[in-house]
């Protein structure tokens, strides 16, 4: 009897400690997946008074397109043209926090300099339907269906397509190669390899090392939501194209690390021709693409920062929070100058990229036995075919919200109460259950 009540003891023990385990295991899950949801599952649009217009840049035509992806949401597409002779088409993939709308100066250089532009909203931003983004993946699903609506579309050129994304947008350009390996040519500008880098690279600063431990989490949360786009990496859609390939990061960004993007495929494709790296050491992220010798930007912070001290009111304190909103709209609405701020571009970085282009659509003409036959787009201005160097305009990011100031429980209190909160969410407790009955498979 003493042998059979030590036995149940012993049992006993093992059920609570292996209750523990996944008590706590479920805890540190919902809570990974609540700080993911709040800082990635989101809408957002972008910020009106710093939108760029197509007014803004002489010539360039917009047209505007809606089509499906992944769930039946329409997305918003937008082509623009500006020669009227093209040889190709280059589809841009924004960043995170906004639509396309601070890329317009990037999509005129390259609608001046011979090439029709495909930009979209992705998910739930700016003109998109959706209610929140989902995850990182989603970049590369709302990609993957832009393509295909490209090159299915009868009232676009079957011209050979090259593919342009900065930071979220770099990730997805690359990692879409696994479905799209007919793609001519991808230039990928601050991105990162796998989708938890983002989580990972914007919150290790506020988290410190608990964001190691916090991965493995987003990672399932990722697989159980999106399946092959969340494991697929953008090494892997590299390794599943000849497309040629152009990395460019600075080693002073700050939102995502240089040793998640050009570090890391530096490593693996120094030796092949395939792939061009251009690095740089003090460009951060958003001014990447900004000629360092334009001061336009600087010169209205000066200015914005001495307005400040004018007003006669706490700007900081939470009560006058919707009276500076409104101050601030109305100041940059009066005093930006919108040809100095659309007009910020690094020429010859840009030119580089156009020859970049220009040599890996030749190269697969050549390889294919074909001409790249210039195509003249519906209604496109009366231009002769636009040479290199012209004036254009870039990314500017200050368009966008600093969007990876993660937030983070700062006591075991705070902690709880995050815990207790995320399991009245249907949502993230079914992708929580998900993940136990995986993990009771391997005990």
């Known amino acids: ?7 149940k003891k012993k049992k006993i023990v093992l059920v609570v400690v292996i209750s523990i385990i996944l008590l706590l295991i479920t805890c540190w899950m919902a809570l990974c997946i609540k700080l993911y949801d709040d800082n990635i599952n989101i809408s957002a649009d972008s910020y009106e008074p710093l939108m760029l217009r197509v007014s803004d840049f002489e010539g360039l035509e917009c047209k ?19 020669c009227r002779e093209v040889h190709g088409i280059v589809i841009i993939a924004h960043g995170f926090g906004a639509g396309h709308n601070s890329y317009m100066d990037v999509a005129d250089y390259f609608a001046g300099n011979g090439y029709l532009v495909f930009a979209y909203d992705a998910t739930a931003m700016d003109k998109s339907e959706g209610e929140s983004l989902g995850g990182v993946p989603q970049g590369v699903i709302d990609l993957d269906h832009a393509i295909s609506f490209v090159e299915n579309c009868h009232e676009i050129p079957d011209l050979p397509i090259v593919l342009f994304g900065h930071s979220w947008g770099g990730y997805s350009v690359s990692s879409v190669l696994t479905y799209h390996p007919e793609v001519s ?3 990928e500008c601050s991105g990162f390899n796998s989708s938890p880098d983002m989580f990972e690279s914007g919150g290790k600063d506020v988290a410190g090392n608990v964001i190691y431990a916090m991965r493995p989490c987003i ?6 939501k999106y399946g092959k786009y969340a494991e697929n990496t953008a090494m892997d859609g590299f390794d599943s194209t000849d497309a040629p390939v152009m990395i460019v990061h600075s080693a002073d960004d700050g939102v995502i690390g240089i040793e998640y993007g050009l570090d890391k495929y530096y490593k693996k494709y120094a030796e092949d021709p395939r792939f061009t790296f251009i690095r740089f050491e003090d460009r951060g992220h958003n001014d990447i693409f900004n000629d360092p010798d334009n001061t336009y930007k600087d010169e209205f912070n000066a200015d914005f920062d001495k307005w400040l001290e004018t007003l006669d009111y706490d700007y900081l304190a939470k009560e006058n929070m919707e009276r500076f909103k409104a101050d601030k709209a109305a100041y940059i609405t009066e005093n930006l100058d919108h040809a100095r701020w659309s007009h910020r571009l690094d020429e010859d970085l840009f030119s580089g990229f156009l020859d970049f282009y220009d040599r890996s659509i030749e190269k697969t003409g050549e390889a294919q036995g074909t001409s790249s036959k210039p195509a003249t787009p519906e209604g496109a201005s009366e231009r002769a075919p636009a040479k290199l160097a012209v004036p254009g305009t870039v990314v500017e990011g200050v368009i966008l919200p600093e969007y990876y100031e993660f937030e983070y429980p700062d006591d075991f209190r705070t902690f709880m109460d995050s815990v207790i909160e995320c399991s009245k969410n249907d949502d993230i407790m079914d992708s929580v259950v998900g993940f136990l009955r995986n993990m009771i498979r391997f005990i």
């Open 185 to 187: 040519a991808v230039i």
């Open 1 to 7: 009897m003493a042998v059979n009540g030590k036995k």
């Open 64 to 82: 505007e397109y809606s089509f499906t992806s992944d769930k039946g949401q329409n997305l918003a597409g937008y082509l623009y043209s500006k």
């Open 219 to 224: 990672s399932i949360y990722e697989h159980i």
